[in-house]
């Protein structure tokens, strides 16, 4: 099992940055482990933003976040961020960290990680 531990939502004007963390302990090893970020609009499925796998730090983006969010990790520290920029309306939601060993070629699939954190919420006023 891995726990993972969020920080860095809050309230940004649209156009603003937001820097979001996840820390993982436990079984944070092993060939494919991933670690990325959904996100929850209310009444919306979990949506794919971004993921990282540990061994070559291959890294994935949903379209809507390419060019505007970046995932990057810190190896010794178990830790990856997501930082957020021209952020817009549309990117409020409940952001949670996943980690897991996810077997699609692009771990997008909310279902495939194995471990989620407890959110944390990002809100972008007009």
């Known amino acids: 099992q891995v726990q993972l531990v969020e920080s860095g939502g809050g309230l940004v004007q649209a156009g603003g940055s937001l820097r979001l963390s996840c820390t993982g302990s436990?079984?944070?090893?092993?060939?494919?482990?991933?670690m990325g970020w959904f996100r929850q609009a209310p009444g919306k499925e979990h949506d794919f933003v971004a993921a990282?796998?540990?061994?070559?730090?291959?890294?994935y983006y949903a379209d809507s976040v390419k060019d505007r969010f970046t995932i990057s990790r810190d190896t010794p520290m178990d830790t990856i961020y997501l930082q957020m920029s021209n952020l817009q309306p549309t990117d409020t939601a409940v952001y949670y960290c996943?980690?897991?060993?996810?077997?699609?070629?692009?771990?997008?699939?909310?279902?495939?990680?194995?471990?989620w954190g407890q959110g944390t919420q990002v809100t972008v006023s007009a």
């Open positions: 990282i796998k540990w061994d070559f730090a291959d890294t």
């Open positions: 996943a980690a897991g060993w996810p077997s699609s070629g692009v771990p997008d699939n909310w279902p495939e990680y194995s471990n």
């Open positions: 436990g079984r944070t090893a092993g060939r494919g482990y991933t």
